[in-house]
């Protein structure tokens, strides 16, 4: 099948994935002013800000002859559950016809989880398949871990050098054949940062920031403002609540230890019942980020996304119990990139005032 | 020759221009409205106060600048210290009164509420939606009712009864009024309304369920208007201070920040001299197409020389304003050579890193050993069962 996908963080998993159940794959667009202006015009005014993303990405793939569209569910009440649906009406309203595969959980309902995979395996044997997610989750996990050494490392040392390297490695990783060639690139990189290691001060001068927030505008910082760039920028270290390995605990895996719900467990203080998205789990985050001694929580919040907006809502009261600040963002295609820059700034400013008194 | 610190804040509706001494003494003060222009405007006050105070007296040995247009203009002036207003807004309001507890900021653009503990921001909020709330708001129905914005507050004061007017958008308010000057309200009262309204959204939009507690300090632009500190002091029940200079309270604050800067690196300013006042400058933006990121890279340019390159995610355009070609070479070589000595002990190294690696993973993405037999096994039978399918499709 020739197909494509939404862009959401490192792309070049998805890709792969595809590709090596002998797909034709099309890389989509990285979602930029035209996308976001290509979507909103062509989505209901008040669908969420990710939703109008990739109506936009669609849009822009409808002349490269797919025959599928493939992208994952939601579950609970949130909006996300019907993007495939009301994706699918509004590509037929403007003339084009095309299949959405939507992958919903397998702990959902196992049994549509197979017969998706059935489908997207094409002509490879399960076994194959086996192989190949294997593959690509060796893959995610090897990316995952770059990642979040660059999250610690762009803090201390001059962001252009580590942002070239971070995209060299997603080049390099797009080559890969096996296993053994994802342990090989991951380690040449690592070696890379070795170097970078000594610029980081001692562990009582480090300041650390949890990025928590809807799936879509937290992985993807072509929509999020390069958030976690611009924390770095002012010298904090930053980790998200969201990594596609996670994605791919909860929603690929079925035998895969699920100790992040551990986490997202711990969200029940504040939101008791699921209420879609990952509004509990990033609670759950919050207060895990907490624990692991973070200095600071930001909150992205997609404008007109319901579990989030609820999530919002009890953070102040976490903010006061946990004692840890917290910066809820609300993010759309309005988004100035000066004004986030300013509370980004202000919020960083003060944690770090927190924590010492100048002589004037 | 006396140490001076600028403070310039290049807000939406106003530039501010301020000069402290070491005691943080005002020397010079200037607040204008922001035309559009501000690089012009900044040259202006900038030759201003080159005639008011003597400089031979005086040495710029700070220079810091706040605003939402913060970025260009710290470059046109060789900037120390470049920061967010409401940093700057809470330093300046905590040095002249250390018993801050709550700061209300309302200025052209977006209003801001920061809580103060023992003299250090402990939380803050900025309008997050409109104008609602904010100067422009009051100014557009100022314009609307034809009362000029410096008597828009003493009006509302005379005001004898109260009437509500919608607040939340700047569009509707408008309707409101028009639909409640027909009730027969006087204009004291719509303004007393206006001002009401604009503290009821200031309430509901940033200090939702906070605890407030004083000494409450009202700053920007907006509080010259002693409708809204009535209104203040009215929702809050207490006393609401004003203080002298409020209206370039950022620019003080900023001023103070790069004092602290200076002070704390040891080094001298990088202030670019009045020269500046004379110079043309000029800034061009074009969309790098290099990689999927297409980042909108950002030149200053300065009587035709490029003095600041940014926007850049990869440093590839940053990196080709220092133009020190040898002073690059010098870095590549060296990086080659540490990447020869690297590739030695790289093989250890890798040891290292598989071990180590393979650790981390073992912590962080356990794997049930157990299921995943199970699963391979599933996924074989249904491979079994497909193929049993086929044979059964071929025998129909």
Known sequence: MRLSF??????????????????????????????????????????????????????????????????????????????????????????????????????????????????????????????????????????????????????????????????????????????????????????????????????????????????????????????????????????????????????????????????????????????????????????????????????????????????????????????????????????????????????????????????? | MNNLYLGVDIGSVSINIVAIDEENELVFKLYTRNSGNPIELVKEGLAKLREEIELENYKISGVGVTGSGRQLIAYVLGADTVKNEITAHARASTYYHPEAGTIFEIGGQDSKLIIVEDGIAVDFAMNTVCAAGTGSFLDHQAERLGVPIEEFGGLALEADRDVRIAGRCTVFAESDMISKQQYGFTKPEIINGLSEALVRNYMNNLVRNRVLEGEYIFQGGVAANIGIKAAFEEEIGAEVIVPEHHDVMGAIGIAMLAKRDVKRSGQESSFRGFDLTEQEFETTSFECEDCANNCEVIKVIADSKVIAVTGDRCGKWTASLIGDSAANANVEGSSEKEEKTAAKSSKKQDEDLNKNSEELEANLYKVDLEKEKQVMKELEELEKSDENKKEDNSLV
């Open chain 1, 6 to 360: 939404p862009y959401m963080g490192p792309t070049i998993v998805y890709a792969k994935l595809f590709e090596l159940l002998g797909h034709d794959v099309v890389m989509p667009p990285k979602p930029d002013k035209e996308i976001i202006d290509l979507g909103v015009k062509y989505s209901p005014e008040f669908a969420c800000f990710p939703f109008k993303v990739i109506t936009g990405i669609y849009l822009k793939l409808m002349d490269k002859n797919l025959d599928a569209l493939v992208t994952s569910g939601g579950h609970g009440p949130c909006r996300a559950g019907y993007y495939g649906e009301v994706h699918k009406k509004i590509l037929q309203d403007l003339g084009h016809e095309v299949e959405i595969i939507v992958i919903d959980s397998p702990h959902d309902d196992y049994k549509y989880f197979y017969e998706v995979i059935k489908r997207l395996k094409g002509d490879s044997s399960w076994l194959q398949v086996g192989r190949v997610i294997k593959i690509v989750y060796e893959l995610t996990k090897a990316l995952d871990e770059i990642e979040k050494k660059i999250e610690i490392l762009r803090a201390y040392n001059d962001k252009g050098t580590i942002n070239k390297l971070w995209m060299q490695a997603q080049e390099d990783f797009y080559q890969i054949k096996n296993t053994a060639e994802i342990k090989e690139i991951k380690n040449k990189y690592l070696n890379k940062l070795i170097k970078f290691e000594d610029s980081i001060p001692v562990e009582a001068e480090r300041y650390k920031i949890g990025i928590i927030g809807e799936i879509y505008v937290v992985m993807e910082e072509s929509i999020n403002n390069q958030i976690e760039e611009k924390v770095n920028r002012f010298g904090f270290e930053v980790e998200r609540s969201q990594y596609l390995t996670n994605w791919i605990r909860e929603n690929a895996f079925p035998f895969l230890d699920r100790d992040l719900e551990k986490i997202e467990k711990k969200g029940e203080e504040f939101i008791e019942i699921g209420i879609g998205g990952h509004a509990q789990g990033n609670i759950g985050h919050a207060i895990n980020f907490k624990e692991e001694g973070f200095d600071g929580i930001i909150h992205l919040k997609p404008f007109g996304c319901l579990p989030e907006l609820v999530s919002q809502s009890v953070m102040d009261d976490l903010s006061e119990k946990y004692e840890i600040p917290v910066l809820t963002i609300s993010i759309d295609e309005q988004t100035a990139d000066a004004n986030v820059l300013t509370r980004v700034e202000a919020f960083l400013d003060m944690i770090r005032e927190k924590n010492y008194r100048e002589v004037m």
